[in-house]
């Protein structure tokens, strides 16, 4: 649709009354001036709560469970009632807030009741922060007079049933949106869609991942053809690194598609890894905002940047990885085979491999994966290699959990020689110790694998190296 923008507002930009309500002035805004379609994330914290609320539950502590239900209607009531002071107004929505929360208490009971958690009701349940919250923007924009309404993605966002990281189906989701959504843009109405969730073709709950709100908005504005994607963070955009963790980090005022990807698939919380792919094919240009600052311009990602491929650009980390390393017990085993048959273990495990690396002459090797892909994916490898690891041609796999992952990223790194080595030496100057080491051929990304109480001096150390910050 011409003109049209998605705005996708975060947990930090969605966290209280006062918070919707600079967001909801920013929509408002927006919605004057062009078609808009908002994406909304829970409020922050809620989609851990209902996670732990369903953890409570599975491990039968009652208690547990009621404490948690009766925080997140407490923190619910008390934003409804801050921002819709009018009665009438607050009563409606105060009851559509109970049912969509009596939703979540039924399935919670229902996983206390049985005692596990099966996917799909997970999915179902932890759907709800972004319903509530979606539900309160929505009302707070109509009491002040705004066509805005509240719609629930799995109406719209068509997935695979892979629970918990469902993938879109573009085709079925453009079909279902455009429908739906084509009329009321016409007349200019404010839809205010939730992200994270979807839903399989025959209707079952499914969500896009821990952080897939951004995810959501960029599936609409590619389906929508939107012409711009905004981002609504709690940063001044996309940093040379975690702010949290480099205090002199500088906000880039523009990034490619690439990078940006690279550095949110190696831990740069601010954008869901997945966020870019609907949109590179159509060049929608993304902004990423701070609501917290509006002074501030944020950062473009566009396809190609002003100043070209210019060397390092950031630096990222990610703590919550494992090293799985395999290692045949004969150099008689053919290392290639057993690389093959793991690779394959790790699909079927639908994990995804951060970093590998392999020995020449043992032909062991090891894979860096996310923790919470883990136990998935040492079940799928013990199935796989059953025989080899019963009769010891297969030592036992090998898990390290005390790793981090450190990357910097940037187009252009090629043509920076040396960079590898002076990148080596800043990280050894802090004596910490490099215990693997991945470079893509296209260098835009340089990994390395590190003890974890090394990683935040490691990133320090590559920031200063790189001179990235202000
Ligand atoms: N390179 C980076 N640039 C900006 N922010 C980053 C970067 N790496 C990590 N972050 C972190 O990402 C956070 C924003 O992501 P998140 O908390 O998921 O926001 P939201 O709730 O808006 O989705 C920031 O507060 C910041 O600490
Ligand atoms: N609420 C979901 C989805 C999300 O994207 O959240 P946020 O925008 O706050 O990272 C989560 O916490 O995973």
Known sequence: MKNLLVMKFGGTSMGTAERIKSAAALCEDAHSHRPTVVVVSAMSKVTDMLL?????????????????????????????ADLLPDLPARNATQALLDSILL?????????????????????EAIAVGERLSSTLIAAYMKSRGVEAFAVNARDLVVTDAVFGNASP????????????LKPALEQRK????????????????????????????????????????????????????????????????????????ELAYNGAKVLHPRTLVPLMEKDIPVWS?????????????????????????????????????????????????????????????????LALT???????????????????????????????LTHGYLNPIDVELDVGLLAIVGEGMK?????????????????????????GSSELTIGIVVRKDGIEKAVRAVHAECGLGN
């Not at 539950?57 to 009531?77: F, I, Q, S, Y």
């Not at 085709?171 to 429908?179: I, L």
């Not at 043509?415 to 470079?439: C, D, K, W, Y």
């Open 358 to 388: 392999s020995s020449s002459y043992r032909q062991n090797f090891c894979f860096l994966i996310r923790t919470a892909e883990l136990p998935a994916v040492i079940e799928r490898l013990e199935a796989t290699f059953s025989i080899e």
């Open 52 to 80: 732990e609320t369903l953890r409570h539950a599975e491990g039968g502590d009652e208690r547990g469970v009621d404490a948690n239900l009766a925080a997140l209607d407490h923190k619910h009531r008390d934003c409804c």
């Open 103 to 123: 939703e979540f208490s039924r399935i919670a009971r229902g996983v206390l009741m049985l005692g596990e958690r099966p996917p799909r009701s997970v999915d």
């Open 415 to 439: 043509g920076h020689p040396g960079l590898a080595g002076r990148i080596f030496t800043a990280i050894s100057r802090e004596m910490v110790n490099i215990i693997a080491i991945a470079q």
């Open 289 to 353: 905002k701070n609501s917290f600052n509006l002074t501030a311009p944020g950062t473009r990602i566009v396809p190609e940047t002003r100043e070209g491929p210019i060397g390092p650009r950031a630096v990222t980390s990610m703590t919550n990885v494992a090293l799985v390393t395999l290692d045949p017990a004969s150099a008689l085993l053919s290392g290639t085979k057993i690389m093959a048959r793991s690779l394959e273990a790790l699909a079927a495990a639908n994990a995804e491999v």
């Open 190 to 261: 404010l839809p205010v869609i939730t992200g994270f969730n979807g839903a399989t073709m025959d209707g079952r709950a499914t969500t896009l991942g821990r952080g897939g709100s951004d995810f959501s908005a960029s599936i609409l504005a590619s389906v929508l053809d939107a012409s711009e994607l905004w981002i609504w963070s709690d940063v001044d955009g996309i940093m040379s690194a975690d702010p949290r963790l480099v205090p002199n980090a500088k906000v880039l005022d523009e990034i490619t598609y690439r990078e940006a990807a």
């Open 169 to 180: 189906l573009m085709d079925q989701t453009r079909e279902k949106a455009v429908n739906q």
